[in-house]
């Protein structure tokens, strides 16, 4: 289940989108939901796979490059160049393994700030692909956890929202010139 939409893997010097990093306003607005599907949606999935490769990405959400829509493009073997990416438009999680793992993550839109975050080990989630059909897919490892990260961006949260050890994170996000009080910490 994969995407019909692909693009060159290659790093482009100017890509077609602006990635919005942490204290960005644009990265807490709730996405919303997409109601057409179109040549013009096909369109941004290209430019947001061009973008994504450009930054050494694994996935990415609309809000990032600052487009309010429910849509992710995530490819977890970016380096493989006969796998194709996944397009996820408006994905809900449909189950959640009660298993959560702890993985060291980063984000796009947040560079160079890395740190554990505890997610569920495997889910459920259902979406419509690029040419608007139902899907469904089960997820588990890595990919789940690119999934739940990029569907936290369109509800306006950050990995960094789920990190626990508060003063591991003002270090980091100091470290590399983010203010930590753009953090919104998630209530578990």
């Not at 993985?103 to 569920?120: A, H, M, N, T």
Request: net charge positive; glycine share 4%.
């Amino acid at each position: 289940m994969t995407a019909t939409t692909t693009v060159s893997k290659r790093k482009l010097k100017q890509p077609p989108l602006t990635i919005h990093t942490l204290g960005d306003k644009v990265l807490r607005q709730p996405a919303k939901r997409v109601t057409q599907i179109n040549d013009e949606l096909r369109q941004l999935v290209r430019q947001m796979l061009q973008t994504m490769y450009s930054a050494d990405g694994i996935g990415l959400a609309a809000p990032q490059v600052g487009v309010n829509k429910r849509l992710i493009v995530i490819d977890t073997e970016y380096d493989n160049p006969k796998s194709a990416p996944l397009v996820l438009i408006n994905p809900e999680i449909r189950k959640r393994s009660a298993t959560e793992i702890v993985i060291q993550e980063g984000c796009l839109s947040i560079p160079d700030v890395f740190i554990d975050v505890k997610r569920s080990e495997s889910i459920t989630v259902a979406f419509k692909d690029e040419r608007g059909r139902p899907r469904q897919l089960e997820a588990k490892g890595l990919l789940a956890r690119v999934i739940l990260h990029e569907m936290d961006h369109l509800e306006g949260v950050l990995f960094v929202d789920h990190v626990e050890n508060e003063l591991l994170l003002h270090n980091e996000l100091k470290q590399h010139g983010f203010d930590s009080r753009d953090v919104q910490p998630v209530i578990r």
